[in-house]
């Protein structure tokens, strides 16, 4: 009798356990196609999502801890396509005018930094010394500074349009509220894209002589696509352009003097004298920086650098970037005689506005 319950116990046992394996196989299963799928199909949406809200986490951030606050001060733009004026919040138009005036995927992040305090100390100085406020307070062209919306952007950029957003954001808001200042007032942050190798004193290109806008090295513009050009004009077009009559036979005199920071001061061409600006403008050069080379009826002109070449160089400022210099040295190397405050300190009536 024993006997018999016994191998019943045993036959209960092996017929019990023969049951229960295949089911937890079965469950495990389950469970796996319930977490894993799931999971599988999710992953590609929280990627995209994150990649697309990049820019923006970026920006709050580093807002978090702002430098400075200037959140109720805003930018009127006029916009010259649309002649609309479109209201930005001040950090968003820092944004906008870094993005289109220097190429930000190539840039490093320190050259971006030093843009944004130009940009921004630039707007804050407009708006001190603004004598007629009309209806907007700048212009998106070189009157002022370039300026691009967000959907001009996302055109502009195309599929790197986050990637350089939030690279640019990060730049923009580690400078939040900075400015850049001499005796606690904005400066006048002149800046271009390439030097010739020099920056220019301010009197040598314009009328006033701007004691933070002194001629230093740069030679980290050789580097610069920009840094060389040449333009072939005929005679005639040369004549058209000055307004003048020059000799009709092939040579004719050519005398150049120049300035501190290498570029042309006076020229002149036969009987005729005119400023390295004059010469640049009319005739749309780069540069102020040329040499003239006589080819029968033609005038070659070969220039070094692009801009009015005072302040700071924008090609100059990735060089040093490069070198391992921060945003503030960029500054205090082209900048002469200035420091970094913020804008609540030296101009809180904006601030307040």
Not at 90 to 114: Q, R, T
Not at 165 to 185: Q, S, W
Not at 235 to 252: H, V
Request: proline share 4%.
């Amino acid at each position: 009798m024993q006997t018999l319950k016994k191998n019943k116990s045993i036959s209960f046992i092996k017929h019990h356990s023969n049951w229960k394996l295949p089911t937890m196989i079965l469950i495990c299963s389950l469970l796996m196609v319930i977490l894993i799928i799931p999971t599988i199909i999710v992953i590609p949406f929280v990627k995209d999502i994150h990649y697309h809200s990049t820019a923006k986490e970026v920006e709050q951030e580093i807002s978090m801890k702002p430098k400075a606050s200037t959140s109720d001060l805003s930018v009127s733009v006029m916009r010259m396509n649309s002649e609309e004026i479109e209201d930005v919040p001040l950090e968003d138009y820092v944004i906008g005018v870094v993005a289109a005036e220097m190429p930000v995927a190539e840039f490093e992040l320190e050259a971006l930094k030093a843009q944004s305090l130009a940009a921004r100390t630039y707007i804050v100085y407009h708006m001190l010394h603004q004598k007629n406020v009309g209806e907007s307070h700048v212009t998106d062209t070189t009157a002022d500074q370039v300026y691009k919306n967000e959907d001009e952007l996302r055109e502009l950029w195309g599929a790197n349009y986050n990637q350089n957003m939030e690279k640019l954001t990060k730049a923009v808001m580690e400078t939040g509220g900075e400015i850049i200042t001499n005796n606690h007032a904005p400066i006048f942050p002149a800046f271009f894209s390439t030097s010739n190798g020099y920056t220019e004193n301010s009197e040598d290109y314009w009328k006033d002589e701007l004691p933070h806008l002194r001629s230093v090295a740069s030679p980290w513009d050789k580097e610069s696509p920009q840094f060389l050009n040449q333009e072939t004009f005929t005679i005639k077009e040369i004549e058209n352009a000055l307004g003048i009559e020059l000799p009709k036979e092939n040579s004719f005199p050519i005398e150049v003097s120049r300035t501190e920071g290498k570029r042309v001061n006076r020229l002149v061409l036969a009987d005729y004298e005119f400023t390295g600006r004059e010469i640049r403008e009319k005739l749309a050069l780069k540069s102020s920086d040329f040499t003239i080379e006589q080819n029968n009826d033609h005038l070659i002109f070969t220039t070094k650098g692009y801009g009015h070449g005072i302040g700071m160089s924008q090609y100059g400022a990735n060089g040093m970037a490069k070198e391992g210099k921060t945003y503030e040295e960029i500054v205090k190397y082209y900048y002469q005689d200035i420091e970094i405050s913020t804008i609540t300190e030296t101009a809180p009536t904006l601030v307040t506005r």
